[in-house]
């Protein structure tokens, strides 16, 4: 599927994170073009981080084009929870996931919001920067997530605490996974070995893409890797 960090230009990007806000952030009609190519692609899943910007650009991509996509919407925050759920509602999201930051700290919160996340027929995930330890907390806490989002690649990027307790934790959970950060925020390339990695460990891959080029080189090789 199509990840949007990019888009907002989160801190894994190091130098090219305000490039990248500036040029997408900031000009939906950018972030629009790139729904509508993934999905002429044949690649109409998103992972959505919930901001108005993007949920404009995706609104007016799915109009444009009259594609249903797949849609696992990320909430960026607890802060404002309720307001961010109303804002991704119209596009009735398959998955919402509740954000590492709130899943990392078992805030006492989640159970409430996972209530809500059904009360909109979304199966509720959990993201998750620390996968090696946060997994296993949630399993044996008994939360009723579905799907989890966690970092996955073969140089062990942002795997925290470390790649050893990520791949176990992987492995162990009866979970469904979505890889996050395959390409190691630009480290890596695309390529067939990286992605049966991948593959071996999630269900989904969010891919973070900012051209048209870089969609179907990347695409073409998962491609490649899974039919």
């Given at each position: 599927?199509?990840?949007t ?17 500036d040029r997408f ?9 790139l ?14 981080i ?13 109009k444009e ?26 596009l ?23 209530e ?10 959990a ?14 806490a ?21 790649y ?43 891919v ?11 695409y ?8």
């Open positions: 599927m199509l990840g960090s990019p888009f907002i230009g989160t801190g894994q990007f190091g130098t090219k994170a305000c490039e990248y806000r952030f900031h000009d939906e009609r950018a972030m629009k073009q729904f509508i190519a993934s999905a002429r692609q044949g690649v109409n899943a998103v992972q959505l919930v901001y108005e910007p993007l949920v404009n650009a995706l609104t007016a991509a799915i084009t009259g594609e249903d996509f797949f849609i696992a919407a990320t909430i960026p925050s607890g802060r404002h929870f309720e307001r961010d759920l109303a804002l991704i509602r119209p009735k999201p398959a998955i919402i996931a509740i954000h590492a930051l709130s899943c990392d700290a078992l805030d006492a919160r989640i159970e409430g919001w996972i809500e996340i059904r009360a909109l027929d979304a199966s509720p995930a993201a998750t920067h620390y996968p090696g330890a946060t997994i296993e907390k949630l399993d044996n008994g939360f009723d997530f579905e799907v989890y989002l966690a970092p996955v690649n073969p140089a062990g990027y942002a795997m925290e605490p470390d050893e307790s990520t791949l176990k934790a992987l492995e162990t959970t009866d979970k469904k996974i979505i890889a996050i950060k395959p390409l190691a925020a630009g480290r890596l390339k695309p390529t067939q070995s990286l992605f049966s990695f991948v593959y071996k460990y999630a269900d989904s891959v969010s973070g893409i900012t051209s048209e080029a870089e969609m179907e080189e990347t073409a090789v998962a491609k490649e890797t899974v039919l």
